[in-house]
């Protein structure tokens, strides 16, 4: 998963892109960076590391002059975590100048590059995105544009990609939509397109709409975006941006994220009512649904996990004697809530099943008499290929372990996860969405 964003015609440009990529912070931790132009240069700074730790210096504004600016925020799903596969990566070709920026995942990724390099490119990096930029190099078309179309017509997967010249940019997603990417307007003049509309709300854009399936917008000079539909759109939104990924304040295809979490929880009571005496949430990916099933349920909700939001991505690992240590750094029980109570502990998701075992554990330590652990999404089968990183077969615990098995594995009295059926309603039947961990349908083949 990755956060991408372009700002065009706007003064300072990259101060504003900066602004968006630290509220779509939780879409990638791993490398962070920014290219802007002034209409003639280009400039380009990238890193590993967060946001405000890579542009701490108010000199990096300096650098990245002009009114356009491209970022992205990354969170390997193809490629290495080396600073060669941080974006934007940029390319100086027969038309000019380059940056682009790539949220998803390419499925055919290996076969282009492998064409390519039979041909005698030379690749810079293991991402999947530097496929598309020389297959614009490449092109014998006269336009920019049309060198993105004709690229595009070799690319299939999962992709939001926004392109930046040094005097246009470009914002395309693929005909499934199943990346969010949102168009936004500043009240002056100029443009913001973002993974999130979490980034318009902290640089004081408005959301204009989001860009449609299978669209690209071509923003030049100081004119209204121009739109053209690529190919026929076909909606599937990934139905795992509004369970887990998404941040609860952003607006994903008209559907805002915090009450959908919230239907899910509902939805979850209604399909797995149990008596008990409080709804505890893990914080704070299953705060919303925990309140929704309390909502539902009528059974209280209490917020008694602590979380500490200081535990960076590496800490030195605990010895065994101490191995309880490495969840209790992050989270922490409220016993006085907890003991003698019949708990309901609501997740969104349940991946290898390491989470589950620890909280259910850590709550019968705390006096929990019962702990009913319910999911608010449905089993994850299959590992996505489409952007979101879920991991292979053999470490998911729902490919390979019955319900039954689960719950004995994590030492719950009971689990029970939201059905396919109750998500698609908890998201609304309007549309397909892209269920592809739950359900295995492939549908980019
Ligand atoms: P696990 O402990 O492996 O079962 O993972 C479940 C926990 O990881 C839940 O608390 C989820 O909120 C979180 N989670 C789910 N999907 C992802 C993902 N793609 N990347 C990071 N964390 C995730």
Redesign the pocket.
């Known amino acids: 998963?990755c956060a991408v964003v372009g700002v065009f015609n706007v003064k300072n440009a990259s101060k504003v892109a900066y602004y968006a990529l630290f509220a779509m912070q939780h879409r990638g931790q791993e490398a962070t960076g920014i290219s802007s132009s002034d209409g003639v240069n280009m400039w380009t700074k990238k890193r590993r590391g967060l946001v405000t730790d890579v542009f701490s210096d108010e000199e990096n504004f300096t650098y990245l002059k002009g009114s356009t600016a491209v970022g992205h925020n990354r969170?390997s799903t193809a490629g290495s975590d080396s600073i060669a596969d941080a974006q934007p990566i940029t390319a100086k070709y027969k038309l000019g100048e380059i940056a682009v920026v790539h949220n998803g995942n390419l499925i055919n990724k290996d076969e282009v590059r492998q064409k390519l390099i039979n041909e005698g490119a030379i690749f810079q990096s293991y991402m999947d995105t530097e496929n598309l930029i020389h297959l614009i190099a490449r092109s014998q078309k006269d336009s920019l544009e049309d060198r993105i179309i004709e690229a595009l017509e070799d690319i299939k997967g999962a992709y939001c990609f926004i392109i930046q010249s040094r005097k246009k940019m470009f914002a395309i997603r693929d005909r499934y939509g199943v990346r969010p990417l949102s168009l936004g307007k500043f009240k002056n003049g100029g443009y913001i397109v973002a993974s999130e509309t979490c980034a318009f709300d902290l640089v004081g854009a408005e959301f204009v709409r989001d860009v449609k399936p299978g669209e690209m917008l071509v923003f030049e000079k100081e004119q209204e975006p121009r739109s053209i539909q690529l190919y026929p759109s076909d909606p599937r939104p990934c139905a795992?941006e509004y369970?887990?990924?998404a941040r609860p304040d952003s607006i994903i295809d008209g559907k805002t994220v915090y009450a959908k979490r919230l239907e899910m929880g509902r939805m979850l009571a209604r399909e797995n009512p149990v008596d008990a005496d409080i709804v505890l949430p893990?914080p704070d990916?299953?705060v919303a649904a925990a309140l929704g099933y309390a909502q539902e349920s009528g059974i209280p909700f209490e917020n008694a996990i602590v979380r500490n939001h200081y535990v960076g991505r590496t800490f030195i690992e605990p010895i065994q004697e101490m191995r309880d240590l490495k969840v209790r750094l992050k989270l922490s029980p409220i016993k006085k809530v907890i003991e003698g109570k019949r708990v309901v502990i609501i997740?969104?998701?349940?991946?290898?099943?390491?989470?589950?075992?620890?909280i259910v554990k850590m709550l019968k330590e705390a006096g929990a008499t019962q702990v009913h652990m319910k999911l608010a999404s449905p089993p994850?089968k299959h590992p996505?290929r489409y952007g979101?990183?879920?991991?292979s077969y053999e470490?998911l615990?729902s490919a390979n372990m019955s319900e039954e098995e689960i719950c004995e594995t994590i030492g719950a009295d009971s689990l029970s996860f939201l059905s396919i059926e109750g998500l698609k309603k908890s998201l609304g039947e309007d549309r397909n969405y892209s269920l592809v961990s739950f359900d295995g349908n492939y549908f980019i083949a």
Do not use: A, H, N, W
């Open positions: 998963m969170y795992f369970i887990y990924f893990v990916s299953g997740d969104d998701s349940l991946v290898r099943g390491t989470t589950s075992k620890q994850i996505c979101i990183d879920t991991p470490e615990i």
